[in-house]
């Protein structure tokens, strides 16, 4: 998976429009990275990579590229 491809499952777990986040942006300052989202993409990590996201790993998140780096290539 490309970066724009993981920036773009992002928008799609936040319900933002196409071509909205950066890997430079700040998640506190995402009024749509809530508990919701996090819920989202935790359930979207263990169906499609098997992986388990857990409350320790979300809150290591600051940063779109933080959850890039962590979703697999």
């Known amino acids: 998976m490309t970066l724009n491809e ?20 700040d998640l506190d300052d995402l009024d749509e990275w809530d508990s919701l989202s996090v ?3 935790t359930v979207e990590m263990k169906k499609r990579y098997g992986m388990d996201l857990t409350t320790e790993i979300v809150k290591k998140f600051k ?11």
């Open 63 to 73: 940063t779109v590229a933080d959850i890039c780096n962590y979703i697999p290539d």
């Open 6 to 25: 993981k920036i773009e499952f992002l928008e799609e777990i936040m319900d933002l429009d196409e071509e909205t986040l950066t890997q430079d942006m």
């Open 39 to 41: 819920l989202s993409l």
